[in-house]
Protein backbone atom coordinates (compact mmCIF):
# COMPACT_ATOMS: atom_id res chain seq x y z
CA UNK A 1 0.00 0.00 0.00
CA UNK A 2 1.58 3.62 -0.83
CA UNK A 3 1.50 6.59 1.09
CA UNK A 4 -1.33 7.93 -1.12
CA UNK A 5 -3.86 5.59 -0.58
CA UNK A 6 -2.76 5.31 3.72
CA UNK A 7 -3.14 8.69 3.44
CA UNK A 8 -6.49 9.01 1.71
CA UNK A 9 -7.95 6.39 3.68
CA UNK A 10 -6.66 8.22 7.12
CA UNK A 11 -8.27 11.43 5.65
CA UNK A 12 -11.43 9.69 5.55
CA UNK A 13 -10.94 8.38 9.26
CA UNK A 14 -10.32 11.92 10.35
CA UNK A 15 -13.42 13.63 9.38
CA UNK A 16 -15.82 12.19 12.10
CA UNK A 17 -13.08 13.52 14.55
CA UNK A 18 -12.00 17.20 12.73
CA UNK A 19 -15.22 19.16 14.99
CA UNK A 20 -13.72 22.40 14.09
CA UNK A 21 -13.45 21.61 10.50
CA UNK A 22 -9.49 22.35 9.97
CA UNK A 23 -8.14 21.72 6.41
CA UNK A 24 -6.01 18.48 7.04
CA UNK A 25 -2.04 18.99 5.83
CA UNK A 26 0.34 17.28 6.18
CA UNK A 27 1.72 19.34 8.97
CA UNK A 28 -1.81 19.35 10.72
CA UNK A 29 -1.11 18.74 14.40
CA UNK A 30 -3.07 16.68 15.90
CA UNK A 31 -3.36 18.35 19.82
CA UNK A 32 -2.78 22.19 18.30
CA UNK A 33 -4.88 22.55 15.09
CA UNK A 34 -7.62 19.73 15.39
CA UNK A 35 -7.59 20.16 19.68
CA UNK A 36 -7.76 16.50 20.04
CA UNK A 37 -7.77 15.77 23.95
CA UNK A 38 -6.42 12.09 25.31
CA UNK A 39 -9.80 10.57 24.53
CA UNK A 40 -10.58 11.62 21.24
CA UNK A 41 -6.51 10.60 20.33
CA UNK A 42 -7.57 7.05 21.48
CA UNK A 43 -10.70 6.59 19.69
CA UNK A 44 -8.84 7.63 16.73
CA UNK A 45 -6.14 5.40 17.25
CA UNK A 46 -8.32 2.52 17.78
CA UNK A 47 -9.97 3.16 14.33
CA UNK A 48 -6.82 3.58 12.59
CA UNK A 49 -5.96 0.06 14.37
CA UNK A 50 -9.23 -1.43 13.15
CA UNK A 51 -9.34 0.16 9.29
CA UNK A 52 -5.59 -1.28 8.94
CA UNK A 53 -4.98 -4.40 11.16
CA UNK A 54 -1.98 -2.74 12.71
CA UNK A 55 -0.99 -1.99 16.46
CA UNK A 56 0.27 1.27 17.58
CA UNK A 57 1.93 1.48 20.39
CA UNK A 58 1.82 4.32 22.86
CA UNK A 59 5.57 5.22 22.48
CA UNK A 60 4.61 5.51 18.76
CA UNK A 61 1.79 7.64 19.81
CA UNK A 62 3.88 9.45 21.56
CA UNK A 63 6.38 10.47 19.01
CA UNK A 64 3.60 11.02 16.17
CA UNK A 65 2.35 15.23 16.51
CA UNK A 66 1.07 15.70 12.78
CA UNK A 67 -1.10 13.94 10.36
CA UNK A 68 2.06 13.77 8.03
CA UNK A 69 4.07 11.96 10.63
CA UNK A 70 0.85 9.12 10.92
CA UNK A 71 0.63 8.89 7.49
CA UNK A 72 4.46 8.04 7.24
CA UNK A 73 4.25 5.43 10.37
CA UNK A 74 1.33 3.89 9.17
CA UNK A 75 2.65 3.56 5.51
CA UNK A 76 5.65 1.96 7.16
CA UNK A 77 3.99 -0.57 9.22
CA UNK A 78 1.79 -1.35 6.48
CA UNK A 79 4.43 -1.87 3.96
Known sequence: MDRAEVDARI???VEPFNKIGV???DGTSFAGDLEFDSLTVMDFV???EDEF???ITMNQQA???TFGQLVDAVTKMVS
Open 11 to 13: RSL
Open 23 to 25: AIG
Open 46 to 48: AAI
Open 53 to 55: DII
Open 63 to 65: EIE
